[in-house]
Structures are given as C-alpha cells and as structure tokens.
C-alpha cells in the first residue's frame, strides 16, 4: 500500500504545479473522482492503464508518477528541448503542440512557442478593442 500513498503524493504535487484540480485532471483523462479518492484513502491501487493515462496528462513518466523520481528514458534528447517543451506543456492552452516530434530542436520549438505567443497576444488584443 506504500507505493498508492506515495503514487498519490506525487499526483497531488503535479496537481499543484500545473495548478490544475482532480476535477479537471478527471474531466480530461475520463478517470472518475472516486477513483481519485480511492487512492488518495488507499483503498485501492491504481492501475497501469490509469498510471500512464495519468503521467501522459502531466507530461511525466509512469515511473516518476509512481515513485516521484525518473528512471526512464527522457522523452526528448535534448535537454534544451526539454526545457522549451516543458516551458509549453505547462502554458495550458499550448499542451496540444505535444505531438511535435520527438528529435526537435531546442530552436524550432522555441520559435514555435514564440510565434504562438505573439498570436496569442494579437488575439487578445483584438479581443479588448473589439470589446469581445
């Protein structure tokens, strides 16, 4: 049962890194908030399925959400683009640029997220004359 408690102290850490709440992590991954609770009352263990659903959402390994420390392969080879990309996975509303390619360059996805951003600033800017 040590591994549920720990699993969950994990989960809970990413909850308030992302500053997302276990309704809305159950909304996007279709995982019950019962289910939730369940683990955080260590009444059941979660299951692998629902771990790598879970570590997908957050962008973690289901070895760091299990044990809160990353043995696995990273996902990007770069460190630098891992930097960027994770700079991008936690502006919410750019999580969807995930499927870029694994073997991006730091460059490309800082230009990426750049040229978004400004995008988003134009949008918002038109928003407020508009009166939107």
């Not at 870029?100 to 360059?105: G, L, Q, Y």
Request: aromatic residues 10%; charged residues 30%; hydrophobic residues 35%.
């Amino acid at each position: 049962m040590k591994g549920a408690q720990n699993m969950y102290e994990v989960f809970e850490k990413l909850l308030q890194k992302f500053g997302v709440t276990t309704y809305q992590v159950s909304k996007a991954t279709g995982i019950s908030q019962s289910t939730f609770s369940n683990w955080k009352q260590r009444r059941n263990l979660i299951s692998g399925d629902k771990a790598k659903i879970i570590a997908d959402y957050f962008g973690v390994t289901v070895d760091y959400l299990m044990k809160g420390e990353d043995t696995e392969t990273k996902y990007y080879l770069n460190e630098e683009t891992a930097k960027v990309a994770q700079e991008i996975f936690e502006n919410k509303e750019l999580r969807v640029l995930f499927d870029a390619a694994r073997d991006a360059n730091p460059e490309d996805l800082r230009t990426t997220y750049d040229m978004l951003m400004a995008l988003k600033r134009k949008e918002q800017n038109t928003d407020d004359d508009t009166g939107c």
